[in-house]
């Protein structure tokens, strides 16, 4: 499940046992991406205030859509498929958003949310590249300044996570094997994890 010792859920107390008993409580098992924070609980609870802050400015399709743009630049296929889950449960369905993780550019989106996911993947991969033409770009779509900070902690924050779950080698949660088999051939696009090829 991960390259570094995690703690149990039964083996868990103080601040870790509440964070797992979240989890326990909100989707009925706890998430890989939670244990592999087992050691640092207190870290993983900095993060969820983080984040939480951050979503809390934004609407959910757009939020979804940007770090899911953040994660296949990032070839993280556990975020993909977590954001997937998300997309898939509440604006999509299973061709809609494979064609979305295939090529976003084509796949039938609005221009503004093919411009989020675009300055979404070179904040990931090229932030020294960014130029005031990008936030202008942003700007004639209608972003407020505000937005486009939004954009960009929305971006930077998820990709934290991504990179530390794939460096601990944290395997996606089986609950994402429930997604149709073509659009989950989509959204595993990074490191092939042994429940994947069995799935």
């Not at 959910?60 to 953040?70: D, P």
């Not at 601990?168 to 149709?180: C, K, R, T, V």
């Amino acid at each position: 499940m991960a390259f570094i010792k995690t703690v149990p859920a039964d083996q868990a107390e103080g601040k870790l046992l509440e964070i797992y008993q979240e989890d326990l409580k909100t989707k009925g098992y706890v998430a890989n991406h939670t244990s592999a924070f087992s050691l640092r609980p207190e870290v993983y609870r900095a993060w969820q205030n983080l984040l939480g802050s951050i979503r809390s400015h934004m609407r959910l399709r757009r939020y979804e859509l940007v770090t899911l743009a953040a994660a296949q630049a990032l070839k993280c296929t556990y975020c993909m498929l977590a954001h997937g889950s998300v997309l898939r449960k509440n604006f999509f369905g299973p061709s809609e958003l494979a064609a979305i993780a295939r090529d976003f550019r084509s796949s039938g989106l609005p221009a503004e949310e093919v411009a989020l996911m675009e300055f979404a993947q070179k904040v990931t991969l090229e932030p020294n590249q960014i130029t005031q033409r990008d936030f202008d770009l942003l700007r004639e779509e209608g972003l407020s300044d505000e937005e486009i900070l939004d954009l960009v902690l929305a971006v930077t924050a998820p990709n934290f996570m991504s990179k530390t779950l794939d460096a601990l080698g944290a395997e996606p949660d089986d609950a994402l094997m429930d997604l149709e088999p073509e659009l989950r051939e989509a959204l595993v696009i990074g490191r092939p994890f042994p429940s994947l090829a069995r799935g």
